[in-house]
T-cell receptor
Framework: SQQGEEDPQALSIQEGENATMNCSYK?????LQWYRQNSGRGLVHLIL?????REKHSGRLRVTLDTSKKSSSLLITASRAADTASYFC??????????FGQGTRLTINP | DSGVTQTPKHLITATGQRVTLRCSPR?????VYWYQQSLDQGLQFLIQ???????AKGNILERFSAQQFPDLHSELNLSSLELGDSALYFC????????????FGPGTRLTVL
């Protein structure tokens, strides 16, 4: 079952611009995580936000969580070519497992 | 480098065959997770082991099985392979349960011909 749904499915921006990706989910959660995946490689954990947190920062990343709307957003500021990747949100669906969305494919154009 | 290792990197086999994928978690991590990633299904959770015991089950087919050994490495066995089993198989590990961040291995790309 898909819990997180990312939007947009694909995003192409110019280097230096900000990129915003959104994630919606269906059931209550304990936390929400964002991961990055470079083409064909393993996922890399970016940030975890707990259900009682509303915003979290890590370097150029800013994540917000709105539990009333069951949504989260990931903002990457001052994008770089190296940020080109797919970004996934993942929510805990109880039962000790993470459920990933389909991902947003981000392309940073030089 | 996440500290999670997976072997082999690539595997090409024929329909009906059986293969074993291996995963070594990060040092000290007790939980191991297996995921399947395909173009049409996305990233699907298969199964989790915690300190040798099955902890959670996802969309794992009956033809697939897994185990975690006393040294905490894990193996995913795929049998009676079908063309649709072609995918990237990832292993991830975490210190405890999925409430914590998971560290992913580089994956095994399985091609069934």
């Amino acid at each position: 079952s898909q819990q997180g749904e990312e939007d947009p499915q694909a995003l192409s921006i110019q280097e230096g611009e900000n990129a915003t990706m959104n994630c919606s989910y269906k059931t209550s959660i304990n936390n929400l995580q964002w991961y990055r995946q470079n083409s064909g490689r393993g996922l890399v954990h970016l940030i975890l936000i707990r259900s009682n947190e509303r915003e979290k920062h890590s370097g150029r990343l800013r994540v917000t969580l709105d539990t009333s709307k069951k949504s989260s957003s990931l903002l990457i500021t001052a994008s770089r070519a190296a940020d080109t990747a797919s970004y996934f949100c993942a929510t805990d669906e109880g039962a000790q497992k993470l459920v990933f969305g389909q991902g947003t494919r981000l392309t940073i154009n030089p | 480098d996440s500290g999670v290792t997976q072997t082999p990197k690539h595997l090409i086999t024929a329909t009906g065959q059986r293969v074993t994928l291996r995963c070594s978690p990060r040092s000290g991590d007790l939980s191991v997770y297996w995921y399947q990633q395909s173009l049409d299904q996305g990233l699907q959770f298969l199964i989790q082991y915690y300190n040798g015991e099955e902890r959670a089950k996802g969309n794992i087919l009956e033809r697939f099985s897994a185990q975690q050994f006393p040294d905490l490495h894990s193996e995913l066995n795929l049998s009676s392979l079908e063309l649709g089993d072609s995918a990237l198989y990832f292993c991830a590990s975490s210190a405890a349960d999925s409430y914590n961040e998971q560290f992913f291995g580089p994956g095994t790309r399985l091609t069934v011909l």
